[in-house]
């Protein structure tokens, strides 16, 4: 077994990946994403909630950076942040969610630590949805929550986003 190669923060930041990476803990973490499942899934979410910024006073992010702790940075493939645009270009403060979107080649294990890192670091709502089941699940402190009922909630505030019509 190859031992990995450990960075710093600053190589890391420094760096351009294509597409970006998480960083965690001294080590580059490769996302999985390019399949048209995921990219459809993620602008169908993308242009509903774009198209309800204004109503629901949010602002909706594709791919951006969160540094969740000192030594690790997250790329949720969404993230909405309440009230005012972060100034800063790597967000260090939590959005109030973060959606991820499952690759065929995730596993339960990694999206489990991603889960984890977003909700330890203040995240209120963690949405995770598959693309190939049409299943979403929304994971909080108090636990997880299949939108069995066909809706993604939130509450304070309230946003509502129906599976019918991103799945499409």
């Known amino acids: 077994m190859q031992a990995a190669t450990l960075i710093s923060v600053s190589e890391?930041?420094?760096?351009?990946?294509?597409?970006d990476c998480d960083y965690v803990d001294g080590r580059i973490v490769e996302r999985n994403v390019g399949e048209k499942d995921h990219s459809r899934l993620?602008?169908?979410?993308?242009?509903?909630?774009g198209a309800r910024e204004k109503q629901w006073r949010i602002h909706l992010y594709i791919e951006q950076r969160v540094?969740?702790?000192?030594?690790?940075?997250?790329?949720?493939d969404v993230c909405v942040v309440l009230g005012q645009q972060p100034d800063e270009q790597i967000f260090t403060a939590p959005p109030f969610i973060c959606v991820e979107i499952l690759s065929k080649d995730d596993?339960?294990?990694?999206?489990?630590?991603?889960?984890?890192?977003?909700?330890q670091f203040g995240v209120r709502y963690v949405w995770v949805l598959?693309?190939?089941?049409?299943?979403?699940?929304?994971f909080t402190r108090d636990g997880m929550r299949e939108a069995s009922e066909g809706v993604l909630r939130t509450?304070?505030?309230?946003?509502?986003?129906p599976l019918g019509e991103i799945f499409s």
Not at 107 to 119: F, G, P, S, V
Not at 155 to 161: D, L, N, Y
Request: aromatic fraction near 10%.
């Open 107 to 119: 596993t339960m294990t990694q999206m489990q630590e991603r889960i984890d890192d977003y909700l």
């Open 130 to 138: 598959d693309p190939r089941t049409r299943r979403a699940y929304s």
């Open 67 to 76: 540094q969740v702790k000192a030594t690790r940075y997250r790329i949720p």
């Open 42 to 49: 993620q602008a169908q979410l993308t242009i509903y909630l």
């Open 155 to 161: 509450s304070e505030p309230e946003i509502a986003v």
């Open 12 to 19: 890391y930041l420094s760096t351009s990946y294509r597409p």
